[in-house]
T-cell receptor, first 113, second 117 residues
């Protein structure tokens, strides 16, 4: 099955700086990679996703890049704000018929004013 | 659209009792629902996948006789934690997708905090 690794586990950035989180996956047939933001005690919220036929996707201050050859994808947050502080999870979707997601371990992002 | 609810939002029970958690898709029909467990400061771990009208598929290491899943309709799935013990205390989150596999987003419920005394 799919195995997703995520780094770093914690990330502290100054407000206004950029944050980058990296994930690698093992199943070369995986074709969908979402990113979630989870605040303490809340549900994960989809913030951006990318499919395997695309190399990069951007939505305002958030962007995701995908390198299929190297089997890694990254989340980029520019001009960080205190409200960006949360735990971020990457995930990969397996190609089995159920569409299961395999989550990375998570990155605690702290944006300091 | 695509709202998923869970009930209860939190529950405290005594060791040895059973607890039922409901997951509902409020404005769409969910062919597939997923149940996750999340321990403090850890990631979401998939427990099982359920499809309406069929038996759930459990992940390796998840006891199907302890975590009973029923997906009786296209809008409701239930997870029953039987004979709960303190180590079952966790945050249980469900998600739902409109169809099986394919290009469908999973919509997450708000989670249920279970505390077993």
């Amino acid at each position: 099955g799919e195995n997703v690794e995520q780094h770093p586990s914690t990330l502290s950035v100054q407000e206004g700086d950029s944050a980058v989180i990296k994930c690698t996956y093992s199943d070369s047939a995986s074709n969908y990679f979402p990113w979630y933001k989870q605040e303490l005690g809340k549900r994960p919220q989809l913030i951006i996703d990318i499919r395997s036929n695309v190399g990069e996707k951007k939505d305002q201050r958030i962007a995701v890049t995908l390198n299929k050859t190297a089997k890694h994808f990254s989340l980029h947050i520019t001009e960080t704000q205190p409200e960006d502080s949360a735990v971020y999870f990457c995930a990969g979707r397996s190609t089995d018929s159920w569409g299961k997601l395999q989550f990375g371990a998570g990155t605690q992002v702290v944006v300091t004013p | 659209g695509a709202v998923v609810s869970q009930h209860p939002s939190w529950v405290i029970c005594k060791s040895g009792t059973s607890v039922k958690i409901e997951c509902r898709s409020l404005d769409f029909q969910a062919t597939t629902m997923f149940w996750y467990r999340q321990f403090p400061k850890q990631s979401l771990m998939l427990m099982a996948t359920s499809n309406e009208g069929s038996k759930a598929t459990y992940e390796q290491g998840v006891e199907k006789d302890k975590f009973l899943i029923n997906h009786a309709s296209l809008t409701l799935s239930t997870l029953t934690v039987t004979s709960a013990h303190p180590e079952d205390s966790s945050f249980y989150i469900c998600s739902a997708s409109r169809t099986s596999g394919g290009d469908n987003e999973q919509f997450f419920g708000p989670g249920t905090r279970l505390t077993v005394l």
